[in-house]
């Protein structure tokens, strides 16, 4: 299935280490900035600070990481990566993502993350993904 | 089962983002930096430089890796994390983490890395793991 | 003039870059790192989130940070950093620090914070260093 | 006086921390991916790996790095980075670094490297910055 979003990343020299290739939590850190891009594309911000009803700020803890690294990066490499919607509950949402320079696939991995509440000093509430964010996610799941 | 490893991490500032927690790439940090810790108490490290037979140096790139999120740390944060050896192929090794505060599960997870023999200007070449290590890590895998 | 407080800092796998050493944002990190657990060990803490007159949070946000990079450091390599208290002014605090391994040196900066006073909505404010921290601090000031 | 080089960074979710705005190191990171860029731009790489002579490759290591931090920024701000180059020696290059949202500065600070040769096994040595760069840089230096 084509991916929901698509974009690039490029591996900086603060994203390398020692054996000369891309430090693997580098993937993590492009996943997630990938994953707010992609919301802000849909009109939403990883940060709703504001939301309309005025119900306090939402926020989207994550509930789960995971990443296969199939072929290195190197420094100045770039990578396009891909979004897939896999999977959306009430309140949770499950990301895939694909890092691919131009034919070789370097990595590809997955994060689920939680729709929740931010009460100050109360904490994470999960809460039901809100509209119009719901029904555009809706429209990207994937399909077997 | 017991952990084959235990040691300690502290929640740094640096380690925390805007949702005042500890970001989710920290764990992953400390899972890599707590595998070597634990291969030092083996006798061997991730970076072995100067093998006895001189047949090149060994590292240990990452397959794959994966962690779960169960309870927010925060700053000064002295979490406990107990490493086992899930299991042990020809060359590759997978270690399963588990980070906690007291008696509450902060996260878990896994990494499967391969031991490489890296020769320079020829990359990566997967190699059985070497004794002494193999005999030591055998002794430590997790019998179901 | 001897250090006011010495602590050590161990250059993990993710310090490193391609160059084979490491990277020099981690100095940063491992200079504000030993300035909390040296604030710890004068018995307060970077983050002071309940001050005993009830008047809100204390912060250091910093103001200035700077480093001299003399000699590389490597994976597994273990640093002696050395604190010495250069400056107190009414709210602001120079800290330097000096990283050795051996005889060695590696790295030597400094940072100026500044005590404020965070009141959520309303942002930063610098005050004085509060008492006892005051007293501590100006007994461990460099005399020229 | 104008910016040699200007470009764009955008402060991500894991550039913040627990105080709800960028954490310092990030700056420093920006600085130096801003310099790579600029770097490119002037048709060269910070890791010059096949130079035409075939005399071994050309690295830059940091001597040392400063900045001044003088108003906040937040996750999804658009920062403007601009490049001077403030001096050039025989091997050293001084860049300085200004970060604006609008008409607010952010930070600024500047960072000098050492061009240097890298040969596998003898470390580094610096070199004089080789040509074209040197015209290049040196068209570009700012004049008291």
């Not at 990343?9 to 900035?33: K, N, W």
């Not at 499950?94 to 509440?117: D, P, S, W």
């Amino acid at each position: 299935m084509p991916a929901a979003f698509t974009t690039t990343r490029c591996v900086e020299f603060a994203d390398t280490d020692m054996a000369g290739i891309i430090h693997f939590t580098t993937f993590f850190r492009m996943m997630e900035s990938a994953e707010h891009e992609f919301l802000r594309s849909l009109g939403t911000s990883v940060v709703e600070k504001h939301p309309e009803d005025g119900s306090g700020a939402i926020g989207w803890p994550r509930r789960e990481a995971q990443c296969e690294f199939h072929s290195p990066a190197v420094f100045e490499d770039e990578l396009e990566l891909g979004i897939t919607v896999e999977r959306m509950g009430r309140s949770s949402l499950t990301l895939g993502y694909e890092f691919r320079r131009g034919h070789t696939l370097i990595a590809n991995g997955r994060m689920k993350t939680v729709c929740c509440r931010v009460t100050p000093g109360a904490g994470l509430t999960a809460v039901e993904i809100p509209e119009p964010l719901r029904g555009r996610l809706g429209e990207l799941v994937e399909r077997e």
